[in-house]
């Protein structure tokens, strides 16, 4: 598959901390050597990598595409035991960050090699969710943007004819319900695939009064404020998480922007968010539902290690059997 990479097993090998002591997650996580054999795997979850793009000083590039390997480093070397079994999860591997922009920059202007970048990342989703779906498998997507958000609710579209549900987890609602030719060329995912949608724990300050009379006009769509969660305890929030669900009526699709998290933002830094503790949590009550896929964006540019270790628990939270 162009621009596709999958994670051999040596780079597994090379990637487990072996120093220390007990059987490491990686040593029993599945890899794939042919597409043939994706519907014959054990492993319930398919991990995989997404770019994501960057107009930084009106360049087109990729950021934090170390991510996905630095992520599963810390993965990989998890102690394999009762609670984490390597078994359950596939590393498939990633788009190729490097043949991608080299494609790229073939082209002279920044709107060609955008025009580029989605047609190519278009075709290398569906080809692989496509392939996931067909497997019956559930893939957790690592990196991307709203746009790829969308390309993957497009291909469960394909695979099973009909919109899907999404739960997301963001401080802004990443819906474009404009629909203006101006949006169109942002990084905003649109309605047309979808059945329902619950943003959940926007915040006040983020939302325009446009975005609040549409959702009010549109009983497939809702949210709740982050701000209406400021005097709850984490189990009353997991009680209000449970009724967004319930909205849902538990088949999902699950985005998180890691913006949300509290103190990873560099726009919301420690003035709001949820903790980790409470998105752990939240990820224990989404995992026992009828979830389709898990997608992980919104990487901040400072404590990207940190950040990449909190993923490899959200991972291993997610992948878990109670």
């Known amino acids: 598959m162009d621009f596709f990479k999958t994670t051999s097993p040596s780079t597994i090998i090379k990637l487990i901390n072996s120093t220390s002591k007990g059987i490491k997650f990686g040593e029993n996580v599945e890899t794939l050597s ?5 519907g014959n795997q054990e492993a319930k979850f398919v991990l995989l990598g997404l770019p994501t793009l960057s107009m930084e000083d009106n ?26 079994s390597g078994n359950q999860l596939l590393v498939l591997g990633e788009v190729d960050h490097e043949l991608l922009l080299e494609k790229l920059n073939q082209f002279k202007t920044n709107s060609e090699k955008i025009k580029l970048y989605y047609q190519t990342l278009d075709v290398i989703i569906q080809d692989v969710i496509i392939k996931i779906f067909a497997a ?29 549900n999404a739960l997301e987890m963001s401080s802004r609602i990443n819906l474009n319900i404009e629909d203006s030719d101006q949006l169109k060329d942002q990084n905003y995912f ?13 915040h006040s300050n983020y939302i325009s009064e446009s975005e609040f009379e549409f959702f009010d006009t549109h009983k497939n769509l809702n949210y ?5 969660c400021l005097h709850l305890t984490t189990l ?7 009724n967004a669900i319930d909205f849902l009526k538990g088949n999902l699709g699950f985005k998180l ?19 980790v503790r409470d998105m752990r949590t939240f990820i224990k009550i989404i995992r026992k539902e009828s979830t389709q896929f898990f997608q992980i964006s919104g990487f901040q540019n ?16 997610f992948v878990r059997k109670d």
Not at 192 to 198: Q, S, W
Not at 236 to 242: A, M, S, V, W
């Open 257 to 275: 922007d890691f913006a949300s998290i509290q103190g990873l933002s560099a726009e919301l830094e420690v003035i709001s968010g949820f903790s």
């Open 34 to 38: 042919s597409w043939e054999e994706l």
């Open 302 to 317: 400072q404590n990207l290690e940190g950040q990449c270790q909190l993923l490899s628990y959200l991972i291993t939270d």
């Open 59 to 84: 360049i087109v590039s990729f950021k934090h595409s170390n991510v996905f390997l630095d992520t599963l480093e810390h993965l990989l070397s998890t102690q394999d035991n009762r609670f984490n």
């Open 236 to 242: 009353d929030k997991c009680i209000r998480l449970k």
């Open 224 to 228: 709740y404020l982050y701000e209406d």
């Open 190 to 202: 649109t309605p047309t695939y979808l059945n329902k949608y619950y943003a959940f724990g926007v």
């Open 136 to 164: 019956e498998k559930i893939p957790i997507i690592v990196g991307g943007c709203h746009k790829s958000f969308d390309l993957v609710l497009k291909s469960i579209h394909k695979v099973n004819e009909k919109g899907s």
